[in-house]
Nanobody, 121 residues
């Protein structure tokens, strides 16, 4: 099992910045990828950014050039630096870790509890 604890959400004015952190503990090995999703009221959860074990990254088109995902392997932590925030970025942000289970050749996704980001206009 993997336990995830998020921090860094809050209220910010449009154009401001926030940095989200997600610290993992537990069975932290064979991690295939980690990243951030978000869900706004009445909308589906969507991928914001993802980073693989090899360091490859991908971003939602809506955040490219404004958000940066990074990780600190020594701290088992993934970060999301969010700059030039817009009101439409307001949502609950969830971090996730994807672990690979070699015995069953399958993946397991673990989720944080979510942190609210609110961007005022």
């Amino acid at each position: 099992q993997v336990q995830l604890v998020e921090s860094g959400g809050g209220l910010v004015q449009a154009g401001g910045s926030l940095r989200l952190s997600c610290a993992a503990s537990g069975s932290i090995f064979s991690i295939n990828a980690m990243g951030w999703f978000r869900q706004a009221p009445g909308k589906q959860r969507e991928l914001v950014a993802r980073i693989t074990s090899g360091g490859g990254t991908n971003y939602a088109d809506s955040v490219k050039g404004r958000f940066t995902i990074s990780r600190d392997n020594a701290k088992n932590t993934v970060y999301l630096q969010m700059n030039s925030l817009k009101p439409e970025d307001s949502a609950v942000y969830y971090c996730y870790f994807q672990r690979y289970y070699s015995v069953s050749a399958s993946f397991g996704d673990y989720w944080g509890q979510g942190t609210q980001v609110t961007v005022s206009s």
